[in-house]
């Protein structure tokens, strides 16, 4: 997708509320670039018949919201909901719809707990961390009552702590990093829980976990030196969110989760 695009459609005089990031959108561009982005965040509380009601009042969209209450109702799938409003005002170019259609596609062929945790992953993007921790905590409730594997476990663990981190919650972010690191065993894991167990109480703390995790020396030693590295440079607090940002980072990349 280009990185702009000039809105030529009319601008609403209310906006439409958009609850998951609590944004408001004004222009049909805006909505469709909110649901282009964020495909994983599509859910009831964007499309439904408050969106109708805004497209017909605010924007004069009346064929397109008789369309759409139509497609709701019948529970159409998200490609035959989300294309209509794109095609509205030519969002997209051909190339661009056909890969949209693909990422859908995609997404509908994942379980339902996988979506469910991208969409709290995608909310801790947008830095909405409580409403992160509901659906992590609603994914870990029916992961105990499924046949998903205890990597998928260990990972939903894993961003919860990153997510009560964010939120200097500190405590409950190691209980969550020990969990996952009980089931995954892996070093990033490992580094998550240390450098959280750093943030809560002290270096001694570091030290004492690692030995007695047995973690391999060169890893608390490299981990050690970041810690110390940032906080020769900022303010405490500075300093855990900025940890925190770069483990999370890191995870998601090295992870795929």
Known sequence: MIGYRLCQTKKAKNPYFIENISTNVFT?????????????LLDDTILNGRL????????????????LKKLLEEKASMAEVILPIMKEIQYLNQAEQKQLQQNLKQMEEQPLLVRRKRKGDYLVEYHKYGNALKVYGEV?????????????????LHNMGCAYARLFQ?????????KAYDLLHSQLALKSYLTAVYL??????????????????????SLEQEIAAASSLKEEEAVTDEMLAAMTEEYHKNTGW
Do not use: H
Not at 140 to 156: I, P, R
Not at 202 to 213: C, Q, V
């Open 28 to 40: 049909m561009e805006e909505l469709c670039f909110y649901m282009s982005q964020n495909l994983y």
């Open 140 to 156: 870990l409730k029916d992961t105990d009552e499924s046949a998903m594997d205890v990597s998928f476990k260990g990972n939903v």
């Open 170 to 178: 500190m405590e409950e972010a190691v209980a969550c990093f020990e």
């Open 200 to 221: 809560l109480g002290s270096r001694e703390d570091f030290l004492a976990k690692a030995r007695e995790l047995k973690a391999d020396p060169a890893t608390v030693s």
């Open 52 to 67: 109708i009601q805004w497209l017909k009042d605010e924007l004069g969209l009346a064929a397109l919201s008789r369309k």
